[in-house]
C-alpha cells in the first residue's frame, strides 16, 4: 500500500519562502509522473506543477517563476520549493501521482498559510 507523507508546510509573511517535502513509500516512486497540488476550503484542488519521470516540468501560471518542483528518486521524496509567496498561496498542499496516472490515497497535506 502507498503511503505519501507531506511537511514543510508552515505560516509566513507574504514575500517569504518555503520548501515543501512529500516522502512516498511502497511504490516505484521515479516511474511515476508526480505533481503537488493545493486546495483551499470550498474549491477544488488544482494541481500547482508537476514534474515527469523524465524530469520535465510544468506549473500553474500564477506561481511559475516563483515554484520549482523537483525530485530525488534515490529518496523516494518530491519536493516543492516556494519563493515570493503571496496570500493567495495560502492552502493545503498535497503530493500525488500526475500526468494522467491513476492517483494514490490522498496524504494529509501539509498547510501553508501566508499572512501578514
Known amino acids: 500500500q502507498v503511503q505519501v507523507v507531506e511537511s514543510g508546510g508552515g505560516l509566513v509573511q507574504p514575500g517569504e519562502s518555503l520548501r515543501l517535502s512529500c516522502i512516498v513509500s511502497g511504490s516505484a516512486f521515479s516511474t511515476d509522473h508526480m505533481g503537488w497540488y493545493r486546495q483551499v476550503p470550498g474549491k477544488q484542488r488544482e494541481m500547482v506543477a508537476l514534474i515527469t519521470r523524465g524530469s520535465n516540468t510544468n506549473y500553474l501560471n500564477s506561481v511559475k517563476g516563483r515554484f520549482t518542483i523537483s525530485r530525488d528518486n534515490a529518496k523516494n521524496t518530491l519536493f516543492l520549493q516556494m519563493n515570493s509567496l503571496k496570500p493567495e498561496d495560502t492552502a493545503v498542499y498535497y503530493c500525488?501521482?500526475?500526468?494522467?496516472?491513476?492517483?494514490?490515497?490522498w496524504g494529509q497535506g501539509t498547510q501553508v498559510t501566508v499572512s501578514s
Open positions: 500525488n501521482r500526475a500526468g494522467g496516472l491513476v492517483p494514490w490515497d
